[in-house]
């Protein structure tokens, strides 16, 4: 019978048993071990670790991880079988960010920005535990086990926070419960979540890359830089497909002159004739401006497939995967959840 293997988690050296034909992550979850996760079919990154010391096999290649990042010693836990003792670098909940709590969110405004997207609003309890980091997200809670995640698009301050939820035809919360909420309704809420956080204090160049409301997190991570004079040179490049879908252009605009060289992209798929900006798919208009990313601090959040190919691309292009943060899209649900990787 063949013996189970030993995975030692830093920083804090938790240690649990994992049998070879599961997964890192179920073994952790199974001993209590709260390793961070969100899609557990490798399509989001949250589950990403360093592995420092061991080797692991994959059933099947896990979308959300590039051969970039394996290279540089990465794995992703949820898919990721051990061969070995493992020793892993779990990266820690982002400084100044509290643990989860459940509590109470009070709906403030519902309201469509465009034909497939709704701005909500909630209200917080006032309380210090619910102190989050721009990037990460919280998770409403609708019984049974079931929860739709969504990204903080707003900075922290005071304790409204504002979501952007793109519909789903048919999906049970944006067709099934979104149209019901009225203000004053109160929602089970799930907060502070993920990993995905600007790490300001590496002093790199930042380059910011989103699709559809995966502008929410970035959108979060930088207003909190605005007007800030540490504020690192800033590209935003935000894909979508039409004019129609550019919910947040005027905003993004108005903050030239309140980001440290602010270069601010969009990019559309299916632009119509009168559009003069750029056109195809946001990695490859980051690529023809910015051939050389070795020096970028570089965030992604959209759909696993952009973020797939904008990891591979990017490091043939010199990114180096320890600065390159993912925040994928997962479509495990049949509503569309943003959520966190790091
Ligand atoms: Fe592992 Fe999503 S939890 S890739």
């Given at each position: 019978m063949t013996r189970p293997f030993r995975v030692t988690v830093q920083p804090g050296a938790a240690s649990f048993e994992v049998q070879p034909e599961e997964s890192v992550l179920d073994a952790a979850l199974r001993q209590g071990v709260p390793l961070a996760h969100e899609c557990t079919f490798g399509g989001c990154g949250t589950c990403r670790v360093a592995l420092l010391e061991g080797q692991v096999r994959y059933d099947e290649w896990p979308l959300a991880l590039s051969d970039g990042e394996a290279a540089a010693g990465f794995a992703l836990m949820c898919q990721a079988r051990a061969c070995s003792d493992l020793v892993i670098d779990a990266e820690p909940r982002p400084a100044g960010a509290a643990e989860p709590v459940h509590t109470r969110a009070v709906v403030r405004a519902v309201t469509p920005v465009t034909d497939s997207v709704i701005h909500l609003e909630l209200e917080l309890p006032d309380l210090p535990a619910l102190q989050?980091?721009?990037?990460?997200?919280?998770?409403?809670?609708?019984?049974?086990?079931?929860?739709?995640?969504?990204?903080?698009?707003?900075?922290?301050?005071?304790?409204?926070?504002?979501?952007?939820?793109?519909?789903?035809?048919?999906?049970?919360?944006?067709?099934?419960?979104?149209?019901?909420?009225?203000?004053?309704?109160v929602l089970e809420v799930e907060l502070p979540l993920g990993?995905?956080?600007?790490?300001?204090?590496?002093?790199?160049?930042?380059?910011?890359?989103?699709?559809?409301?995966?502008?929410?997190?970035?959108?979060?991570?930088?207003?909190?830089?605005?007007?800030?004079?540490?504020?690192?040179?800033?590209?935003?490049?935000?894909?979508?497909?039409?004019?129609?879908?550019?919910?947040?252009?005027?905003?993004?605009?108005?903050?030239?002159?309140?980001?440290?060289?602010?270069?601010?992209?969009?990019?559309?798929?299916?632009?119509?004739?009168?559009?003069?900006?750029?056109?195809?798919?946001?990695?490859?208009?980051?690529?023809?401006?910015?051939?050389?990313?070795?020096?970028?601090?570089?965030?992604?959040?959209?759909?696993?497939?952009?973020?797939?190919?904008?990891?591979?691309?990017?490091?043939?292009?010199?990114?180096?995967?320890?600065?390159?943060?993912?925040?994928?899209?997962?479509?495990?649900?049949?509503?569309?959840?943003?959520?966190?990787i790091a």
């Open positions: 989050y980091v721009p990037g990460q997200h919280l998770n409403i809670l609708l019984g049974d086990g079931v929860h739709r995640s969504f990204s903080m698009a707003s900075a922290p301050a005071g304790h409204r926070v504002d979501l952007h939820v793109r519909r789903i035809p048919g999906g049970h919360f944006t067709d099934g419960v979104l149209p019901q909420l009225q203000p004053g309704a990993r995905f956080h600007c790490r300001t204090q590496d002093y790199r160049p930042l380059l910011m890359v989103a699709t559809g409301t995966g502008i929410a997190p970035i959108k979060s991570m930088l207003e909190a830089l605005l007007d800030d004079p540490d504020c690192p040179p800033v590209w935003l490049y935000w894909g979508m497909r039409d004019e129609r879908d550019l919910y947040l252009d005027e905003l993004l605009r108005s903050w030239q002159g309140r980001l440290y060289e602010f270069s601010y992209v969009p990019v559309l798929s299916r632009a119509g004739s009168g559009w003069t900006g750029r056109r195809g798919h946001v990695q490859q208009a980051v690529l023809e401006d910015l051939p050389d990313l070795s020096e970028h601090g570089i965030y992604l959040c959209g759909s696993p497939a952009m973020i797939a190919e904008a990891k591979q691309a990017f490091v043939q292009h010199g990114a180096d995967p320890r600065h390159l943060h993912a925040d994928g899209f997962s479509f495990q649900q049949a509503d569309h959840t943003s959520v966190a």
